[in-house]
């Protein structure tokens, strides 16, 4: 008596999906099933990071991938690791990934109704300085008698079921999105190798003084980029405060941040990437339903819907604001003004 009682009501990663999956009676558990072998792939990738200083993973792995960005061996690795789980799940038809420069049909899964997208080691380029990388992922359910094609994910955000991101950080951290749904973040608990519900139901704050984008780029912005970042850094308005710059320049750790405190993140397209720099497929949609379904939003240089935007290509290209749903707006009316 009077003991300092242990919290037992932990709810797992597993027990989640289980709880999920109880909620819709035409499941058949595959997507459950599918999850299981994404969340061991985090587990995989998470192993090697830790390890990457120790066993001489660090470094190029002197070749680069489907854009010419010099592959990091973790990158290989990475990717070998998820595709892998994701063939071996058997629930999976076709995968994307960065790393691979088409689309790979699980020719053995034959009967398998998911697609996945994936950017298996997001931010690799900072991982020799020990920053925070992350595995971005969505997942589309294929068309009844789709015939597994690349097309077959030529589809616009809305049509996620679900999305997320696992960080690799202090900890890894896992959020995840169904279609409709909240959005729930998850702590991997290294003493029993599961991921613990430790952020159930994300609810962004509406808007927050931090924005996050490459200032190094400023020469090559267009008008209303500029005019906006302007108005944040120099107030206009009476006894208005400037903005706290925070960029960390690995994406999932940008957005991860973001999603916790508010703010904006922003990858606009400019003179130097006219179609922008991050992936449609496997960046930038994944991450606009997951802030979406937090209360944020999200949208390319023309001010149009992220996850309404179709890839012309699986490796297509797009400009991205990324946040708080009244710091996004923000970067709207000033494009209005603009005229745009
Ligand atoms: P820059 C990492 O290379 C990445 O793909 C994203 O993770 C990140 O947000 C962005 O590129 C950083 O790009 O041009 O600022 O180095």
Redesign the pocket.
Known sequence: AGAERINTEIVTLTRFLTEEQAKHKEATGDFTLLCHALQFSFKSIAYYIRRASLINLSGLAGSSNTTGDDQKKLDVIGNDLFVSSMRSSGRVRILVSEEEEEALVFHENPHARYAVVCDPI?????LDAGVSVGTIFGIYKLAEGAKGTKEDLLKPGTDLVASGFTMYGASAQLVITMKGGTVNGFTMDNGVGEFILTHPNMIMPKKRAIYSC?E??SLYWDEPVKAWIDSLKYPQEEGGKPYSSR?I????A?AYRTLLYGGIFA?PADKKSPKG??RILY?CAPMAMVFENAGGQAVNSKMTRMLEVVPEHIHDRSGIFLGSYEEVQKVIDIHKKHGQ
Do not use: I
Request: negative net charge.
């Open positions: 997001d931010g690799s380029s900072n490459n190094g780029n960029y320049g690995s994406m999932v940008d990858y720099k991050l960046e």
